[in-house]
Structures are given as C-alpha cells and as structure tokens.
T-cell receptor, first 115, second 116 residues
Framework: AQSVTQPDIHITVSEGASLELRCNYS??????LFWYVQSPGQGLQLLLKYFSGDTLVQGIKGFEAEFKRSQSSFNLRKPSVHWSDAAEYFCAVGATDNYGQNFVFGPGTRLSVLP | EAGVTQFPSHSVIEKGQTVTLRCDPI?????LYWYRRVMGKEIKFLLHFVKESKQDESGMPNNRFLAERTGGTYSTLKVQPAELEDSGVYFC??????????????FGSGTRLTVV
C-alpha cells in the first residue's frame, strides 16, 4: 500500500531564509507526486506535480521539488521564504495503476514565518 | 469560473445528531471526491463519484456515512448519528473527464465539523 511521510510536523523560518520540506513515499510502481498547500481558510492548492521526465519540477509561488527515486523522496524547496508562505503543506502520491486518481496524503508540515 | 463550493464552512453538533455536508463541484466536472482530515492526521480519501455513480467508496469509514450525488451535480455527505471521532475537516474536490489521468483536481475550502 502507498504511504507518505513528512518527518517535520512544524517548521519555523525567518522571512528571506531558504526552505526545504521533506517528503518520503512508499509505492511499488512509478509514483505521481504532488505538493499541496493550505492557507488559513482556504482550500488545498496545488503547488506542483511530478509525473515523469525531468526530476526537478518547478511550481507556482517560486517553489520547486526534486524527485529522487533512490531515496524515495520528493522534497519541496524555496530559496527565499515570504511571510505569505506561512501555511500547511501536504505531500501526496497518486496511484498510477488505476484510474481512480485518488491521493494518499502525508500528515502535513505547518510552516511558520518569522518577520 | 466558480470553484468548488462547500457548505457549511463550520458545523458544531452534539454527539448522536445528524449533519449533512454539501459540495458543489465546478460545473461540467464529472468526478467528485470526498476526503477528510481527522484530528490533525493525514487527509484520507473517502469516496469518488463519476457523475451520479459511486466509482469507489472504499474509504468510507462505516455505515454512519452516506454520500449521494443528485443528477451528477452537487453532492451531500450525511453523518448519522455523529460520533466524537467524526470531528475534522471534510474536503470535496472535483475534476473533469474520467480516465484522463492528470489528477486535475480542484479542492474546496472544506467543512470543519466539530462533534461535542
């Protein structure tokens, strides 16, 4: 069965600092990988996704993620964090062996940004 | 275009009562999904409609939960009777074309359910 772990429950960074949020997955086949963000009072917004090809994926709001098959990881990065990035971030894997297109989400990492 | 709309945004009910959550997907989206996040844990899949039919309801926790999708448009998720462990955030999402394979979901902002 698929599973996703996000080791960090809560991370605090200063505005302007770099950010890396960790994500590890367990899946037998080639995974589809996603990062979502939920800001207070908002729905889940897709930041980026990886299906195949280039392992470095660019997303919205200046985020990028790198797929590393050997480490079963899909870490999210941003070179300079803005106060508006404070939110909860979810890594997810989607099955590629059926057309149900259901996600398995990680537990989430809450990001706080200090001024 | 309007996004996925969920209401109410918050609901507080007593244990044993009934609550109905509603989701209005993006117009023309055949696929409608329900997920929930309980007690700060991971977001988990509940079920998937294709138009008015239940494609996959493997995530429904028990028979206290009943989901319907009238005429392939809006969907309701009823919890009857509600238990304390049902507290959490219920998300709805929709996407176009079944079998498209691109996971083109749009999520709603969720309904926060508190059972006291």
């Amino acid at each position: 069965a698929q599973s996703v772990t996000q080791p960090d429950i809560h991370i605090t960074v200063s505005e302007g600092a770099s950010l890396e949020l960790r994500c590890n997955y367990s899946y037998g086949a080639t995974p589809y990988l996603f990062w979502y963000v939920q800001s207070p009072g908002q729905g889940l917004q897709l930041l980026l996704k990886y299906f195949s090809g280039d392992t470095l994926v660019q997303g919205i709001k200046g985020f990028e993620a790198e797929f590393k098959r050997s480490q079963s990881s899909f870490n999210l990065r941003k070179p300079s964090v803005h106060w508006s990035d404070a939110a909860e971030y979810f890594c997810a894997v989607g099955a590629t062996d059926n057309y149900g297109q259901n996600f398995v989400f990680g537990p989430g990492t809450r990001l706080s940004v200090l001024p | 275009e309007a996004g996925v709309t969920q209401f109410p945004s918050h609901s507080v009910i007593e244990k044993g009562q009934t609550v109905t959550l509603r989701c209005d997907p993006i117009s023309g989206h055949d696929n409608l999904y329900w997920y929930r996040r309980v007690m700060g844990k991971e977001i988990k899949f509940l079920l998937h409609f294709v138009k008015e039919s239940k494609q996959d309801e493997s995530g429904m926790p028990n028979n206290r939960f009943l989901a319907e999708r009238t005429g392939g448009t809006y969907s309701t998720l009823k919890v009857q009777p509600a238990e304390l462990e049902d507290s959490g955030v219920y998300f709805c999402a929709s996407s176009q074309e079944y079998n498209r394979g691109d996971y083109g979901y749009t999520f709603g902002s969720g309904t926060r359910l508190t059972v006291v």
